[in-house]
């Protein structure tokens, strides 16, 4: 729609004509024989990069979520490092005209913030916020614990959504901690990206132990091995971190170093085996790419697998989830082809956005995670 | 007093899971497998429901119907059907091939004990090779008459196992029975006693797909989620409520249907006075089954009786001719396959309802569904009363009341219309609307009610089905309408065009009142 803002102009001058183009646009008659435009807004979606260059990466990302789910979009990049800078850009993204319908169109703002003018960044930010809509934060880099920028930006949000795979597991718990730190009234609700990957390979391992008689098996597990797609020795992946914490919260497993070795405890301080295996051959994306549950009481063997199938492009990964139970001589096998979720970002986003504003068990994954990874120096 | 142990324990990694709505490990059995709503509801819900991730990991579904099919044809059928007819495609044929290796067919009568033998035995294959446990579904996919022969059937064959055995952590049997359920009163009653000595009331879901779909669930939300309507939701504020149901489709090849049931059989029992009852209802002490059951139930019992006096003034029903839908000419109902030529079958009714409580006394509630009408929508429509003096000058309707209305299908969402000031010099008054859609909101890819039925009734959720007691309400009422109309002497229906909003008789019903029907 519009050309970036004059780089030199100031900050009030560039916000000053992103508004004026913002009105221009809907009080411009629809071209004549075209349906009219109808402005949608379900909230403000800002996004939030640590760089220039995965701003405009998002863009499109975000182009893509607006279109089902109207909403202001907002994506800033950020370069503190830079020159004082502030650009901006304004777009609509609309629906095709459906015949006789109105096209539903949302707004887009591209923002580049650069040099002393980031301190400012939150003030810029709030100006172009629709006011009547929650604002929902997507940060996209890396948070450390006092990050000032962060919670200047993050205080005027209900929700964040973070990615791990972007980010670190250290990040995700500063940003934990720094929620915690504020009052329950203005506490936004915790997402993320992996997260919500994570749901199909969460729902799937559940599954498990679904049956009555296997419940018992899952305070039982004997051992755990998790593949993720990364040279060997790599550090322990936030997907494949994030499972674990959620299992190991989930059934109450303990992480310990004995005589410089790493153990796992289940609740009844029994040991169980936690095997990391790299997959190297695969990709160094550190997604997870096999789980393998173990276990064993009061007769009965569980040997549960979920393990995704190569993608060959494709962006909604299938998987396989395999069963086998023994009890005395009676051996059952199930097997079913899953998806295991979408893995592509806009769609991952998309997700994100139709699911609670917050997780509980997100933060506790978290915690658990960050204290093993400390603890033990987890390598796969 | 400390609470029972549950007598299962609990599976730990279900706590707190956001993805978690699958149900137990369950054969799904469709009694009617050859029909219409196997192909075009059921099979698409369930392979839908798989492609989300919301099936068990032990699944299979058996199909039942009298023509000979051997699996693999009644799979490649299923495969079609699932192509044309998912709301998600193109199919997934990876997933498909895994989960069509869980779908079976059984040929047979439902009358005959060996269909239920060779059923027996299909589902104990697989319960070993598909792990489904026991657990069973019934589907009744078809008509009424044959409800009756397979209750029976199923209990002979000892294919029911008690609600006990499921408290204790065994097995678990349920059967969903399509509408209509009965053609009166006496017929459900009837029905409810032959399913009452097979099956618990707690085992028994009786379908009404209206209730799947979210704007009808929505309606729930909407009134006991925000602070804002529900004080306005009664005789202070309300004038009367409208509730449309059309159509402009005809019958459909459905001639021989609907020439036993019409239209109040077909809609006006069942799906219309839901959508009263969920308008009209108190708010339930919770969101259990039966606690929400219960309000419905109250607002049944508190209809106003129609008896053969109030039937004329209060009721109008009507019967489409030929006419102009869509652009396209369209034949009268009597010229409809399998219709007789002087048939006096309602394809449209009209309806002033009472619920005469505190809340609603002297509120009418006008009620309508009809086949072949301008459009195809579905509404309800909330019309408060009028400013109590006006201070502006309006033009010639005066100021026009407030409408709330929750448009349930299509275009689902809900718009409020008040009165704002033109911008300018004169205070020019107009009709404004704030309208939520919720295509728009949420994007348009959410689930077909037959989705969130199914799934509810494996997990044996109740709350979106309809309880024994409340359909045996529902006809109580309708009862003294259908009585009315089959006395000696009561006129046939009129016509009205197709195209139209039904016969004109239906407007005068408004008029008589002061009042109009929406165009919705």
């Given at each position: 729609?519009?050309?970036?803002?004059?780089?030199?102009?100031?900050?009030?001058?560039?916000l000053?004509?992103?508004?004026?183009?913002?009105?221009?646009?809907?009080?411009?008659?629809?071209?004549?024989?075209?349906?009219?435009?109808?402005?949608?807004?379900?909230?403000?979606?800002?996004?939030?990069?640590?760089?220039?260059k995965?701003?405009a990466?998002?863009?499109?990302?975000?182009?893509?979520?607006?279109?089902?789910?109207?909403?202001?979009?907002?994506?800033?990049?950020l370069?503190?490092?830079?020159?004082?800078?502030?650009?901006?850009?304004?777009?609509?993204?609309?629906?095709?005209?459906?015949?006789?319908?109105?096209s539903?169109?949302?707004?887009?703002?591209?923002?580049?913030?650069g040099?002393?003018?980031?301190?400012r960044?939150s003030?810029?930010?709030?100006?172009?916020?629709?006011?009547?809509?929650?604002?929902t934060?997507?940060?996209?880099?890396?948070v450390?614990p006092?990050?000032?920028?962060?919670?200047?930006?993050?205080?005027?949000?209900?929700?964040?959504?973070?990615?791990?795979?972007?980010s670190?597991?250290d990040?995700?718990?500063a940003?934990?901690?720094?929620?915690?730190?504020?009052?329950?009234?203005?506490?936004p609700?915790i997402?993320?990206?992996?997260?919500?990957?994570?749901?199909?390979?969460?729902?799937?391992?559940?599954?498990?132990?679904d049956?009555?008689?296997?419940r018992?098996?899952?305070?039982?597990?004997?051992?755990?091995?998790?593949?993720?797609?990364?040279?060997a020795?790599?550090?322990?992946?936030?997907?494949?971190?994030?499972?674990?914490?959620?299992?190991?919260?989930?059934?109450?497993w303990?992480?310990?170093?004995?005589?410089?070795?790493?153990?796992?405890?289940?609740?009844?301080?029994?040991?169980?085996?936690?095997?990391?295996?790299?997959?190297?051959?695969?990709?160094?994306?550190g997604a997870l790419?096999?789980?393998?549950?173990?276990?064993?009481?009061?007769?009965i063997?569980?040997?549960g697998?979920?393990?995704?199938?190569p993608?060959?492009?494709?962006?909604?990964?299938?998987?396989?989830?395999?069963?086998e139970?023994?009890?005395?001589?009676?051996?059952?096998?199930?097997?079913?082809?899953v998806?295991?979720?979408d893995?592509?970002?806009?769609?991952?986003l998309?997700?994100?956005?139709?699911r609670?504003a917050?997780?509980?068990?997100?933060?506790e994954?978290?915690?658990?995670?960050v204290?093993?990874?400390?603890?033990?120096?987890?390598?796969? | 007093?400390?609470?029972?142990?549950?007598l299962?324990?609990?599976?730990?990694?279900?706590?707190?899971?956001?993805?978690?709505?699958?149900?137990?490990?369950?054969?799904?059995?469709?009694f009617?497998?050859?029909?219409?709503?196997?192909?075009?509801?059921?099979?698409?819900?369930?392979?839908?429901?798989?492609?989300?991730?919301?099936?068990?990991?032990g699944?299979?579904?058996?199909?039942?119907a009298?023509?000979?099919?051997?699996?693999?044809?009644?799979?490649?059928?299923?495969?079609d059907?699932?192509?044309?007819?998912?709301?998600?495609?193109?199919?997934?044929?990876?997933?498909?091939?895994?989960?069509a290796?869980?779908?079976?067919?059984?040929?047979?009568?439902?009358?005959?004990?060996?269909?239920?033998?060779?059923?027996r035995?299909?589902?104990?294959?697989?319960?070993?090779?598909?792990g489904?446990?026991?657990?069973?579904?019934?589907?009744?996919?078809?008509?009424?008459?044959?409800?009756?022969?397979i209750?029976?059937?199923?209990?002979s064959?000892?294919?029911?196992?008690?609600?006990?055995?499921?408290?204790?952590g065994?097995?678990?049997?349920?059967?969903?029975?399509?509408?209509?359920?009965?053609?009166?009163?006496?017929?459900?009653?009837?029905?409810?006693?032959?399913?009452?000595?097979t099956?618990?009331?707690?085992?028994?879901?009786?379908?009404?797909?209206?209730?799947?779909?979210?704007?009808?669930?929505?309606?729930l939300?909407?009134?006991?989620?925000?602070?804002?309507?529900?004080?306005?939701?009664?005789?202070e504020?309300?004038?009367?409520?409208?509730?449309?149901?059309?159509?402009?489709?005809?019958?459909?090849?459905?001639?021989?249907?609907?020439?036993?049931?019409?239209?109040?059989?077909?809609?006006?029992?069942?799906?219309?006075m839901?959508?009263?009852?969920?308008?009209?209802?108190?708010p339930?002490?919770?969101?259990?089954?039966?606690?929400?059951?219960?309000e419905?139930?109250?607002?049944?019992?508190?209809l106003?009786?129609?008896d053969?006096?109030?039937?004329?003034?209060?009721v109008?029903?009507?019967?489409?001719?030929?006419?102009?839908?869509?652009?396209?000419?369209?034949?009268?109902?009597?010229?409809?396959?399998?219709?007789?030529?002087?048939?006096?079958?309602?394809?449209?009714?009209?309806?002033?309802?009472?619920?005469?409580?505190?809340r609603?006394?002297?509120?009418?509630?006008?009620?309508?569904?009809?086949k072949?009408?301008a459009?195809?929508?579905?509404?309800?429509?909330?019309?408060?009363?009028e400013?109590?003096?006006?201070?502006?000058?309006?033009?010639?309707?005066?100021?026009?009341?407030?409408?709330?209305?929750v448009?349930?299908?299509?275009?689902?969402?809900?718009?409020l219309?008040?009165?704002?000031?033109?911008?300018?010099q004169?205070?020019?008054?107009?009709?404004?609307?704030?309208?939520?859609?919720?295509?728009?909101?949420?994007?348009?890819?959410?689930?077909?009610?037959?989705?969130?039925?199914?799934?509810?009734?494996?997990?044996?959720?109740a709350?979106?089905?309809?309880?024994?007691?409340?359909?045996?309400?529902?006809?109580a009422y309708?009862?003294?309408?259908?009585h009315?109309?089959?006395?000696?002497?009561?006129?046939p229906?009129?016509?009205?065009?197709s195209?139209?909003?039904?016969p004109?008789?239906a407007?005068d019903l408004?008029?008589?009142?002061?009042?109009?029907?929406?165009?919705?």
């Amino acid at each position: 729609m519009s050309e970036p803002a004059n780089a030199i102009a100031r900050p009030a001058e560039v916000l000053a004509r992103v508004e004026s183009e913002l009105r221009t646009f809907w009080s411009t008659p629809a071209t004549p024989g075209h349906a009219p435009r109808t402005r949608a807004c379900t909230m403000n979606l800002l996004v939030v990069a640590p760089t220039f260059k995965l701003a405009a990466d998002w863009v499109p990302i975000v182009d893509e979520v607006l279109l089902a789910l109207p909403a202001r979009g907002i994506v800033v990049g950020l370069n503190p490092t830079g020159a004082d800078t502030l650009t901006a850009s304004v777009s609509a993204v609309c629906t095709p005209e459906a015949p006789g319908g109105p096209s539903v169109c949302s707004e887009r703002i591209a923002l580049s913030v650069g040099g002393a003018i980031c301190a400012r960044a939150s003030s810029c930010i709030g100006t172009l916020c629709a006011s009547h809509v929650p604002t929902t934060l997507v940060w996209l880099g890396s948070v450390r614990p006092d990050d000032l920028e962060f919670a200047r930006i993050a205080g005027e949000a209900s929700r964040l959504v973070c990615d791990a795979s972007q980010s670190s597991l250290d990040s995700l718990a500063a940003i934990v901690s720094w929620t915690r730190g504020r009052a329950e009234a203005d506490r936004p609700g915790i997402t993320d990206l992996t997260w919500t990957h994570l749901g199909a390979w969460q729902e799937l391992c559940a599954r498990l132990f679904d049956e009555p008689r296997l419940r018992p098996l899952a305070s039982h597990v004997t051992r755990v091995t998790v593949a993720q797609a990364s040279p060997a020795r790599a550090p322990l992946a936030p997907e494949t971190a994030l499972l674990l914490g959620w299992l190991g919260t989930r059934l109450g497993w303990k992480a310990l170093v004995r005589a410089g070795k790493m153990e796992l405890t289940r609740a009844d301080e029994r040991a169980l085996q936690l095997e990391l295996r790299a997959e190297p051959a695969l990709s160094s994306s550190g997604a997870l790419v096999s789980i393998e549950l173990e276990a064993e009481v009061d007769g009965i063997r569980l040997r549960g697998e979920i393990a995704q199938k190569p993608r060959n492009g494709a962006s909604n990964a299938a998987g396989t989830w395999r069963l086998e139970v023994v009890e005395g001589k009676e051996t059952q096998h199930l097997e079913q082809v899953v998806r295991l979720g979408d893995c592509n970002v806009a769609r991952l986003l998309e997700r994100t956005l139709h699911r609670p504003a917050s997780d509980p068990t997100l933060a506790e994954a978290i915690d658990w995670a960050v204290l093993c990874a400390k603890q033990t120096g987890w390598r796969a | 007093m400390p609470a029972t142990p549950p007598l299962v324990p609990l599976n730990p990694l279900r706590r707190g899971l956001v993805d978690d709505r699958t149900s137990d490990a369950c054969a799904v059995v469709i009694f009617g497998a050859s029909g219409d709503l196997t192909r075009r509801k059921l099979m698409p819900a369930l392979y839908n429901l798989a492609l989300g991730r919301l099936l068990p990991g032990g699944f299979s579904v058996v199909g039942l119907a009298r023509r000979e099919k051997t699996d693999a044809s009644f799979r490649s059928e299923m495969h079609d059907a699932v192509a044309t007819f998912s709301r998600r495609k193109p199919i997934d044929e990876g997933l498909w091939t895994d989960f069509a290796r869980g779908v079976s067919y059984v040929q047979g009568a439902v009358d005959a004990a060996p269909t239920y033998e060779t059923l027996r035995a299909q589902l104990e294959r697989t319960d070993v090779e598909r792990g489904t446990r026991k657990n069973r579904l019934f589907y009744l996919a078809v008509p009424p008459a044959e409800f009756g022969p397979i209750v029976e059937g199923l209990r002979s064959s000892g294919l029911v196992v008690s609600p006990a055995q499921e408290r204790q952590g065994g097995p678990w049997t349920r059967v969903v029975f399509e509408k209509p359920f009965g053609h009166d009163l006496a017929s459900a009653q009837a029905l409810n006693e032959k399913i009452a000595s097979t099956f618990d009331e707690s085992q028994v879901f009786r379908i009404d797909h209206y209730l799947g779909k979210e704007t009808v669930q929505n309606l729930l939300v909407f009134r006991f989620a925000n602070s804002l309507f529900e004080p306005v939701w009664g005789r202070e504020h309300v004038d009367h409520v409208q509730i449309t149901v059309a159509e402009d489709i005809g019958v459909e090849g459905r001639g021989r249907f609907y020439e036993q049931t019409g239209i109040t059989r077909d809609i006006v029992e069942n799906h219309l006075m839901q959508l009263l009852c969920l308008t009209a209802m108190e708010p339930p002490i919770s969101l259990l089954a039966d606690a929400v059951r219960d309000e419905k139930v109250k607002v049944l019992r508190s209809l106003r009786p129609m008896d053969p006096r109030t039937v004329p003034m209060s009721v109008v029903r009507g019967q489409y001719a030929r006419g102009i839908v869509r652009g396209e000419e369209v034949l009268a109902y009597v010229e409809e396959p399998d219709v007789a030529p002087d048939s006096k079958v309602e394809t449209f009714v009209a309806m002033r309802c009472h619920v005469d409580n505190w809340r609603w006394s002297g509120v009418p509630f006008y009620v309508r569904a009809g086949k072949r009408l301008a459009r195809r929508v579905t509404e309800i429509a909330i019309v408060f009363k009028e400013v109590p003096h006006t201070l502006f000058r309006a033009a010639d309707r005066g100021i026009t009341p407030n409408v709330l209305s929750v448009r349930v299908q299509p275009d689902e969402g809900i718009a409020l219309r008040f009165i704002s000031k033109e911008p300018g010099q004169q205070t020019i008054l107009r009709d404004v609307a704030m309208d939520f859609r919720y295509g728009l909101a949420f994007g348009s890819n959410t689930p077909e009610a037959y989705e969130r039925l199914l799934l509810d009734a494996m997990r044996g959720e109740a709350t979106l089905f309809t309880r024994r007691d409340e359909v045996e309400a529902q006809w109580a009422y309708m009862d003294g309408v259908l009585h009315a109309w089959s006395a000696n002497g009561y006129p046939p229906p009129p016509t009205y065009p197709s195209g139209s909003w039904g016969p004109q008789q239906a407007d005068d019903l408004l008029v008589r009142d002061g009042r109009r029907w929406r165009k919705p």
